[in-house]
């Protein structure tokens, strides 16, 4: 259990929609990351937090935005959802902006669009 | 930060050492090496990281060449639960910015009993 809890565990939701994803970062962890995993890209950096303030972007679509909130959890929005959007959706925490150690990863979010 | 090149799949038998190549032929000075492996479709578990220096955990052990462009990780007795995609990165820290992990596409080692 690395710490960093992710709701919900499974999201099945249709073409157009809009959902939330939810990260609890380990306590004490300032840096919240967010990732995607498809079956055909990997493992994509997306968003990077560090005490509520946008950091670092990565291969992040415009229908997507994240933020994160005084209590340093973080949600993930994505909305006109497509098909290519199905993917596991990771958060990792880190204690540090500039942290030369180690992200933790949650257990991830799968969404399935239909 | 810097590419990686790993071989796709690998097999070693349960009990004995796995040893996992990575090259990064274009790392620079400041930029360390990372091992993380994903088994299954959980979140992607830190093994060991390292600069120069050869490192050691309880997980595993971490040889980097000395011109620093190639690295070994090395679980010294594989077991069955240690089958999953091995990530070799090398990243650059760049302060507040710039610190998320851009993963490759890994090395798949199967235990085998």
Not at chain 1, 90 to 111: K, V
Request: hydrophobic share 30%; net charge negative.
């Amino acid at each position: 259990d690395s710490g960093v809890t992710q709701t919900p565990k499974h999201l099945i939701t249709a073409t157009g929609q809009r959902v939330t994803l939810r990260c609890s970062p380990r306590s004490g962890d300032l840096s919240v990351y967010w990732y995607q995993q498809s079956l055909d890209q990997g493992l994509q950096f997306l968003i990077q937090y560090y005490n509520g303030e946008e950091r670092a972007k990565g291969n992040i679509l415009e229908r997507f935005s994240a933020q994160q909130f005084p209590d340093l959890h973080s949600e993930l929005n994505l909305s006109s959802l497509e098909l290519g959007d199905s993917a596991l959706y990771f958060c990792a925490s880190s204690n540090r902006p500039s942290s030369y150690n180690e992200q933790f990863f949650g257990p991830g979010t799968r969404l399935t669009v239909l | 930060d810097a590419k990686t090149t790993q071989p796709p799949s690998m097999d070693c038998a349960e009990g004995r050492a796995a040893n996992l190549p990575c090259n990064h032929s274009t790392i620079s000075g400041n930029e360390y090496v990372y091992w993380y492996r994903q088994i299954h479709s959980q979140g992607p578990q830190y093994i060991i990281h390292g600069l120069k220096n050869n490192e050691t955990n309880e997980m595993a052990s971490l040889i980097i060449t000395e011109d620093r462009k190639s690295s070994t990780l090395i679980l010294p007795h594989a077991t069955l639960r240690d089958t999953a995609v091995y990530y070799c990165i090398v990243r650059e820290s760049k302060g507040y910015t710039g610190n998320q992990f851009y993963f490759g596409t890994g090395t798949s080692l199967t235990v085998i009993p």
